[in-house]
């Protein structure tokens, strides 16, 4: 079973411009969760899509957000970039009950120059 | 709100050594899960393992142990017989029960991550 793909794995911007990152899931899992992984705050939770809807939302500005397709494939953007938004960007999937494991993909390296 | 400490932010052994990874944690919730999972140079976090707060039996796979204590808001991971390939940073997480209307949803609390290097 293939695991969490994302693409890109590295993307380098500028400060101002956007960006779209892409994640898709286990086959068979509904839910999605993004996290920011930075030096300096660690591993910190964006947000879940289940079923194409936001269930759940980490403290992050409006810069980021989110949304999931009827495949469950989920894209985040990030608008208006500032360099501290440099960071690796992991997506998480799981079936969708909030009992069940969350299993990661590699990543998407962001840096912002 | 919950929070997961991990007091050890590096560890260095030489292969064949055991090491423990120390987790604590703290939750209002009665009911709530822990992980752990290891993340190799490559970035992906691999999950490694899942506890259930209403089960404190301690488990094994393989070299790996890991010992959950209630009591103390404690679940320790230990490594035995370490090798080079367990070299990693190794996060603790934690995730509250669901709740109606609950907002527990995807929502993993991590540990800042213990890097562990293992010398041949």
């Known amino acids: 079973k293939a695991g969490v793909t994302q693409t890109p794995r590295y993307l380098i911007k500028t400060r101002g411009q956007q960006v779209t990152l892409s994640c898709s899931p286990i086959s068979g899992h509904r839910s999605v969760s993004w996290y920011q992984q930075t030096p300096g705050q660690g591993l910190q939770f964006l947000f879940e899509y289940f079923s194409e809807t936001q269930r759940n939302k980490g403290n992050f500005p409006g810069r980021f957000s989110g949304r999931q397709f009827s495949n469950s494939r989920s894209e985040m953007n990030v608008s208006t970039l500032e360099l501290g938004d440099s960071a690796l960007y992991l997506c998480?999937?799981?079936?969708?009950?909030?009992?069940?494991?969350?299993?990661f993909g590699p990543g998407t390296r962001l840096t912002v120059l | 709100a919950q929070k997961v400490t991990q007091a050890q932010t590096e560890i260095s052994v030489v292969e064949k050594e055991d090491v423990t990874l120390d987790c604590v944690y703290e939750t209002r919730d009665t009911t709530y899960y822990l992980f752990w999972y290891k993340q190799p140079p490559s970035g992906e976090l691999v999950f490694l393992i899942r506890?259930?707060?209403?089960?404190?039996q301690n488990e094994i796979s393989g070299r790996y142990s890991w010992n959950f204590q209630k009591s103390t808001s404690s679940f320790n991971f230990t490594i035995t017989a370490s090798q080079v390939v367990d070299s990693a940073v190794y996060f603790c997480a934690l995730r509250p029960a669901p709740r109606a209307g609950g907002t527990s949803y995807g929502k993993l609390t991590f540990g800042q991550g213990t890097i562990l290097t293992v010398h041949p």
């Open positions: 998480a999937s799981s079936w969708g009950r909030a009992t069940d494991t969350q299993y």
């Open positions: 506890r259930n707060s209403f089960d404190e």
